[in-house]
């Protein structure tokens, strides 16, 4: 059984930072790209950051590319996103989700395999 299971998510205040975690299990995890969304109420979810199964490639949404690092440690089966400058409108519940490597194209919620339960991130400013 696949298991996705986030954490580090929080309060935090503009201009803050936060590294959330995801580790996974039942799944051999170097044969996964991984990838971050984010769902804030009322919203459809959307595509943060992904990360290839090396870790050598990595993308980011516009919305975040320069403030926001994808990275993965395949030896503890755990993808990290290190979140700086945060802004209130980066406030949304993070999932993370893996994809088979030999899946090609963009990122998006239907092409993912497997899904974290999810974590909160709260930005107040």
């Known amino acids: 059984q696949v298991q996705l299971v986030e954490s580090g998510g929080g309060l935090v205040q503009a201009g803050g930072s936060l590294r959330l975690s995801c580790t996974a299990s039942?799944?051999?995890?170097?044969?996964?790209?991984m990838g971050w969304f984010r769902q804030a109420p009322g919203k459809e979810r959307e595509f943060v950051a992904d990360?290839?199964?090396?870790?050598?490639?990595?993308s980011y949404a516009d919305s975040v590319n320069g403030r926001f690092t994808i990275s993965r440690d395949n030896a503890k089966n755990t993808v990290y996103l290190q979140m700086n400058s945060l802004k209130p409108e980066d406030t949304a519940v993070y999932y993370c989700?893996?994809?088979?490597?030999?899946?090609?194209?963009?990122?998006?919620?239907?092409?993912?395999?497997?899904w974290g339960i999810g974590t909160l991130v709260t930005v107040s400013s």
């Open positions: 990360i290839s199964w090396s870790g050598g490639i990595t």
């Open positions: 989700a893996a994809r088979r490597q030999t899946v090609a194209g963009a990122f998006t919620p239907r092409s993912m395999d497997f």
């Open positions: 039942g799944l051999t995890f170097s044969n996964y790209a």
